[in-house]
């Protein structure tokens, strides 16, 4: 099984940036543990802080993976391109955030990819990605 992890603008800086909502530890570090966790799975990771580039990654990734992992970070409450890009694909894509956006501020309630996901997962810090993951065994 192929799973795509996609993470979108400035999920790069997890392990600095706010670490009281988002964790001190980097994705590289549990993207390795995920992979030892699920050496069945063959995992890849990309992120992008440009929403162009994480459409492009989607439609390349259409057919060519079995389901892909989507944190669109703020792009998630912004962009109609990547809701549209999620509705064009035919390979599942499951939501994810590591924060709980539903307790936050009412921006980021909204949501342009939950309703063509194949579900949504949130607030599990990056054990979300695990959950997900999950979902597609
Ligand atoms: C996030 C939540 C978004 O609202 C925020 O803009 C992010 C991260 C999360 O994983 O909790 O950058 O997607």
Same mark, same amino acid.
């Given at each position: 099984?192929? &799973?795509?992890? &996609? #993470?979108?603008?400035?999920? #790069?800086?997890?392990?600095?940036?706010?670490?009281?909502?988002?964790?001190? %530890?980097? /994705?590289?570090?549990?993207?390795?543990?995920? $992979?030892?966790? /699920?050496?069945?799975?063959?995992?890849?990771?990309?992120?992008? *802080?440009?929403?162009? %580039?994480?459409? *492009? $990654?989607?439609?390349? !990734?259409?057919?060519?993976?079995?389901?892909?992992?989507?944190?669109?970070?703020?792009?998630?409450?912004?962009? &109609?391109?990547?809701?549209?890009?999620? $509705? !064009?694909?035919?390979?599942?894509?499951?939501?994810?955030?590591?924060? #709980?956006?539903?307790?936050? %501020?009412?921006?980021?309630?909204?949501?342009? &990819?939950?309703? *063509?996901?194949?579900?949504?997962?949130?607030? /599990?810090?990056?054990?979300?990605?695990?959950?997900?993951?999950?979902? /597609?065994?």
């Amino acid at each position: 099984m192929k &799973i795509l992890i &996609i #993470n979108g603008p400035n999920l #790069n800086l997890l392990g600095s940036r706010e670490p009281g909502t988002y964790g001190s %530890e980097t /994705f590289d570090s549990y993207f390795q543990k995920l $992979k030892e966790n /699920f050496p069945e799975v063959e995992l890849t990771y990309f992120q992008s *802080n440009i929403e162009g %580039e994480l459409i *492009n $990654k989607l439609q390349a !990734a259409d057919k060519e993976v079995d389901g892909i992992i989507l944190n669109a970070a703020a792009y998630t409450h912004t962009s &109609i391109g990547i809701g549209d890009a999620v $509705k !064009a694909i035919t390979t599942p894509v499951v939501e994810v955030h590591i924060s #709980n956006t539903s307790a936050r %501020e009412e921006f980021r309630h909204r949501s342009f &990819i939950a309703p *063509n996901a194949k579900g949504v997962i949130l607030g /599990f810090g990056l054990q979300s990605y695990k959950l997900a993951l999950y979902s /597609f065994l």
